[in-house]
Structure formats: structure tokens, C-alpha cells
């Protein structure tokens, strides 16, 4: 079993695949604009982006996954997939995620995790949930600026 420890966030999303500033402004464009990016960084083919994009979007009619403090993690499992994968994107003006405190999501981790694996699944979840719970994580998430930045921000946090 793949514990909270070994999952890597820098890993999981590579510099590549940070959004500094999403040009979706709805839910459902920021969701194909992430799995775009997931397709062009070569985490998944270009021939899964719309049965990426319906997962992710049939899974947030199940309950939203903007958790509160401007964060939104929507998510889904992927036949094939050997690790799991994401990308993340910033919205300044915010996106309306249906979140759980009401406010608009300003930042947006999607992930996709292996259907086979659902020891992975579990893992990269407790482990976001561990990261998010801390104070500073969401803090800090919201003064980072560009792909680079917000990528260190990644690496440094994995060693929390």
C-alpha cells in the first residue's frame, strides 16, 4: 500500500502542468482547461481528453469538490493509469465551484488516479487533505505567483 508520505505533489504535477492564471472563468471550462494541459504536458493521450473531462465533470454532479478556503480538487480514476496525475491552475477573479463555505475557488488541483490502484487513490487524497489542513499550505498557495513559483511551492510542501 502506497502511504500519505511518498506522494510527491511536485511529482504528481510538473512545472509543465501549472496554470499561473486560467482563462476559464465556469467550472466546466477550467476542467478542460486542466485536462488540456494534462494532454499537451503527455500524462494522458489527447484521445482521453473528453472522457477525462465527462469523468471529472460527472463525478463533480455527485457533490462538489470545492472543499472551502478558495480550494477546489476535482478529481476521478483512470483505467491504464500506472501513478496518478495532475495539474493545477489559479483563478484571480475566482470560479464558482459550488463550494462548501460558498466562496469562489481561486485555486484548482485536479487529479486523476489509477482505477487499478486504488491504494494510490486513497494516498494522494490523504495526502492533500493532510497538506491542506496546515495553515500556512493555504497561505502561502494564495501569495505564490507564476508557473515556477507555484511549482517550487509544490517541491518545497512535499518535504512538510
Do not use: C, Y
Not at 504528481?12 to 499537451?40: G, T
Not at 493509469?81 to 466562496?103: H, N, Q, T, Y
Not at 486523476?112 to 497538506?131: I, Q
Request: charged share 25%; hydrophobic share 45%; aromatic share 6%.
Amino acid at each position: 500500500m502506497t502511504s500519505n508520505s511518498e506522494i510527491q505533489l511536485a511529482e504528481i504535477i510538473p512545472e509543465e502542468m501549472v496554470i499561473p492564471e486560467l482563462k476559464a472563468v465556469k467550472k466546466e471550462a477550467a476542467v478542460r482547461e486542466l485536462v488540456a494541459a494534462l494532454a499537451a504536458g503527455g500524462a494522458i493521450t489527447k484521445s482521453k481528453i473528453k472522457k477525462v473531462t465527462d469523468s471529472i465533470l460527472e463525478r463533480e454532479k455527485l457533490g462538489s469538490t470545492g472543499i472551502g478556503n478558495s480550494i477546489a480538487v476535482p478529481h476521478t480514476k483512470l483505467p491504464g493509469l500506472k501513478e496518478p496525475v495532475g495539474a493545477f491552475g489559479r483563478s484571480k477573479e475566482g470560479i464558482d465551484f459550488a463550494s462548501l463555505d460558498g466562496a469562489a475557488t481561486h485555486s484548482i488541483f485536479l487529479f486523476l488516479s489509477p482505477s487499478d490502484f486504488p491504494d494510490k487513490h486513497v494516498a494522494l487524497m490523504g495526502r492533500f487533505v493532510t497538506l491542506i489542513r496546515k495553515g500556512d499550505f493555504v497561505s502561502f498557495l494564495r501569495q505564490t505567483e507564476g508557473e515556477k513559483a507555484l511549482h517550487d511551492f509544490l517541491v518545497e510542501v512535499d518535504g512538510w
